[in-house]
């Protein structure tokens, strides 16, 4: 299993590189925009309780 880990990594970091070579920019700034460029989620107010629908409001 690890070396299924290992060889997925390699694979990412030559796309990573492939996609930075094309867009001409640092494979560091691709990989940063792909796992960071999604909108926040929303999250319950302080008073609600996510385990639990509010019932009767």
């Known amino acids: 299993m690890l070396d299924l880990a290992e060889e997925l990594a390699v694979d990412l970091a030559e796309a990573l590189d492939a ?9 560091v700034e691709i990989a940063d925009r792909w ?12 008073g609600a309780d996510p385990g639990r629908p509010d019932i009767g409001a």
Do not use: S, T
């Open 19 to 27: 996609v930075a070579a094309v867009e001409q920019r640092d494979a």
């Open 35 to 46: 796992f960071h460029d999604q909108p926040e989620p929303d999250v319950p107010g302080a």
